[in-house]
């Protein structure tokens, strides 16, 4: 058994290729639910649906969220309406966070009914929502507090982060699921999520620290920052006026007492020696995924990089 | 100012025809809610958007029903979920049920909403839900007692229908704005809707009788039995199993104690004298409406005859 923690793209597609490279139901993904929040009186999770729509195979793959193919004609008409369209939603899109909304509202649980709906588009493995509780990621700025997704859509990661919040974090319980799989893992796989604002709200979650903490298996990070820039969304940005390195060292030093390694691109060879140094067994590969070959190749090397920390721990 | 009392497809053409032959803004259309459902905890008003699609000129010109060109890429992402997606939603629509569902649910009338969304589409005049309570007709059936969708939709009207009941009707109230245009009005239409379940629960709606025969304006009908068979729907098998003649006459006996006047169609210009019989005015003209130049020649038409009616009231 094998866990991933995971926020959107970058962590759906490293998601995908321990699927690939694992047998069926191997893999569990503990997926961000920080970002989650209401659009048209519906409950949009857009970690948790691109995690669901890239490990069911149906992934726009150009975007990398949202479904291939998918129509916009539903927001268009919302727009008709009068209603501000800003947030993109695709109609089988909507086919998702319609079903999960009744369901929710009938007082079913985030994690059953994410359960079901990745069920029924063939997803073998759980994904699991950090947390049945409601969370929400609040972005301090110049502009004052927003709310995350009107930071990062609405005003496209434009403004300067000085902080970060996560409402109600302090009432939330990490999922059960989670804590389970996380104990019974042979491997935890931190995905080249956001360590700030997609890892940062799984690693808060009550419950799921001192889990990772107490886990038999080992911890292995992939760097999100490539090149001392972050292979997609507001990263490197954000790492930077929160006053930590724009680089897979800043990003080593981040995870530094929770992982036993980190995998870090080709590009970042350089780092390896000052990574080592704050504690890190260090993997260097090429970590930039493109297509389903990319993913599995990369997970098959994570893998193997972390079962190799297992069998010889590092000193720390 | 004109009153129509309508509900869903030929509700909306005779509305339609009516807001062509008026000045903007000097139709009210009533319309029937007693149809309306919650599918996939989205609130669906059937009568409601048809009357709203067709008055916009948005209506799909073949079902009549719907939106004109609209997909059903929604519907078919919530089947692939495994919800059957047995009541046919376009994703257009869906916007619709969307919106409504949410100020519904924040507490907004069902009128207020009605007038937004219908404002949005650039609909001229009221159109006005004939209560914001909810009522559910139910059909009573050999099967048993069926919600009217599953008779109506799901079931595809092949049950004998032994009775109808409004559930909740005895707890509404009509809409004060469809009782203040009755008052005000200088003609009421009852649309050629089926009398049992579109019309019937309009004027079951507690103070809407009350406000129809207080009224000063003609109250005219147009028969939707054409030739001893509905235009539209099950109303001439409604009518046999409840035991009504199912003809123009029979409509006419229906609705002989609040109209003075009754529409039936040229075929039916034999039924003239029994109707007159009945003590109602009877204008016999071409009544299957087809394109918008048909529905304003017969709302032209259905005016004048209101309007010869108030000027010589009938003895009865």
């Known amino acids: ?31 961000n639910t920080a970002d989650d929040f209401e659009l048209y009186g519906l409950r ?27 129509t916009r004609n539903t927001l268009d008409a919302i727009g008709r309406y009068g209603a501000d369209p800003w947030f ?14 009744e369901r929710l509202r009938a007082g079913r649980t985030l994690s059953a009914v994410t359960g079901e709906l990745a069920s029924a588009l063939g997803v073998p493995g759980p994904i699991v929502p950090m947390t049945d509780d409601r969370v929400a990621t609040l972005i301090d700025t110049p502009a004052g507090r927003l709310e995350f997704q009107e930071y990062f859509v609405a005003r496209r990661q434009s403004d300067d982060v000085l902080g970060v919040v996560f409402d109600g974090m302090d009432a939330a319980r ?27 709200p ?5 419950g799921m620290r001192a889990a990772l903490d107490e886990a038999d298996a080992p911890i292995v990070a992939v760097s999100p920052i490539v090149g001392g820039r972050a ?34 691109d080709v590009v970042d060879d350089d780092l390896m020696a000052a990574i ?13 995924m ?12 994570v893998l193997d990089f972390a079962r190799s920390l297992a069998a010889q721990p590092v000193a720390m």
Chains 1, 2 share one sequence.
């Open 174 to 200: 990490a999922h059960p699921e989670a804590l389970a799989a996380i104990r019974a893992a042979e491997a935890i796989v931190i995905a080249p999520s956001n360590p700030i604002v997609s890892v940062g």
């Open 202 to 206: 799984i690693l808060a979650t009550p």
């Open 276 to 288: 080592e140094q704050v504690g890190l067994r260090v993997l260097v590969t090429e970590t930039v």
């Open 44 to 70: 949009i999770c857009p970690d948790l649906d691109t995690v669901m729509y890239t490990l069911a195979g149906i992934a726009d793959p150009v975007h990398g969220w949202g479904v291939a193919g998918d």
């Open 231 to 264: 292979l997609k969304g507001p990263a490197a940005q954000m790492l930077a006026t929160l006053g930590h390195d724009v680089s897979a060292l800043g990003v080593a030093r981040l995870y530094a007492d929770l992982v036993a390694g980190i995998v870090i």
């Open 1 to 31: 058994m094998i866990v991933a923690l995971a926020g959107g793209v970058g962590g759906a597609k490293m998601a995908q290729g321990l699927q690939a490279a694992l047998p069926p139901g191997a893999l569990t993904t503990v997926v």
């Open 88 to 101: 993109l939603l695709g109609d089988q899109d909507f086919a998702t966070h319609i079903l999960r909304t």
């Open 290 to 301: 493109g297509g389903g070959q990319d993913r599995r190749r990369l997970a098959s090397e």
